[in-house]
Nanobody
Framework: QVQLVESGGGLVQPGGSLRLSCAAS????????MGWYRQTPGKERELVAR???????MYADSAKGRFTITSENAKNTVYLQMNSLKPEDTTVYYC?????????????WGQGTQVTVSS
């Protein structure tokens, strides 16, 4: 079983910054990708940013230039530095990982962390 523990969400004023963290633990042979998604009620979950084990990154257009995703492979941890936050960034952010287990490839989601951008 694999667990993703997220932290770093909260309330911030427009223009402010937050740093999300996500640590994966459990029966993981090797992480392939880690990423952050977000979901607003009534809408589909959407990719915010993703990073591969080789440090190739992908960003949603809404995140480019404001958010930075990094990882520490040795710790199976991913970070999302969010700057210049806007009210429309308010929603729940979910950590996700694709990984190799003992007997195949798997994926796992975190429980989500709330980000609220408001004055």
């Amino acid at each position: 079983q694999v667990q993703l523990v997220e932290s770093g969400g909260g309330l911030v004023q427009p223009g402010g910054s937050l740093r999300l963290s996500c640590a994966a633990s459990g029966n993981i042979f090797r992480i392939k990708t880690m990423g952050w998604y977000r979901q607003t009620p009534g809408k589909e979950r959407e990719l915010v940013a993703r990073i591969t084990r080789g440090d190739t990154t992908m960003y949603a257009d809404s995140a480019k230039g404001r958010f930075t995703i990094t990882s520490e492979n040795a710790k199976n941890t991913v970070y999302l530095q969010m700057n210049s936050l806007k009210p429309e960034d308010t929603t729940v952010y979910y950590c996700h990982t694709d990984f190799m287990g003992d007997w195949g490839d798997f994926a796992s989601w975190g429980q989500g962390t709330q980000v609220t951008v408001s004055s």
